[in-house]
Nanobody, 115 residues
Framework: QVQLVESGGGLVQAGGSLRLSCAASGSIFRLYAMAWYRQAPGKQRDLVAG???????NYADSVQGRFIISRDNDKNTVYLQMNSLKPEDTAVYYC?????????WGKGTLVTVSS
């Protein structure tokens, strides 16, 4: 069982920045593929960014060049640096971990971007 706890959400004005964190349990965090997803009200949950155990990253087109995903294996933590935020980035952001073909989810953190 892997537990994921997100933090760092909040209210920010358009053009501002936030950094989300996701702390994971487990002694083999370095082997987890990690990702951030988001779900806006009334919409499906979509991938925002992912990072492999080896550090390769991928991004949704809508956040490319504005968001950066990173990981600190010593702290069992993955981050999402969000810059140049837009109102359409408003959503609940979820952390996900892929471990031995099982996907684990955090409970999410709300990001609200005001115009």
């Amino acid at each position: 069982q892997v537990q994921l706890v997100e933090s760092g959400g909040g209210l920010v004005q358009a053009g501002g920045s936030l950094r989300l964190s996701c702390a994971a349990s487990g002694s083999i965090f370095r082997l987890y593929a990690m990702a951030w997803y988001r779900q806006a009200p009334g919409k499906q949950r979509d991938l925002v960014a992912g990072i492999s155990s080896g550090g390769s990253t991928n991004y949704a087109d809508s956040v490319q060049g504005r968001f950066i995903i990173s990981r600190d294996n010593d702290k069992n933590t993955v981050y999402l640096q969000m810059n140049s935020l837009k109102p359409e980035d408003t959503a609940v952001y979820y952390c996900a971990a892929d471990v031995s073909l099982i996907r684990y989810w955090g409970k999410g953190t709300l990001v609200t971007v005001s115009s």
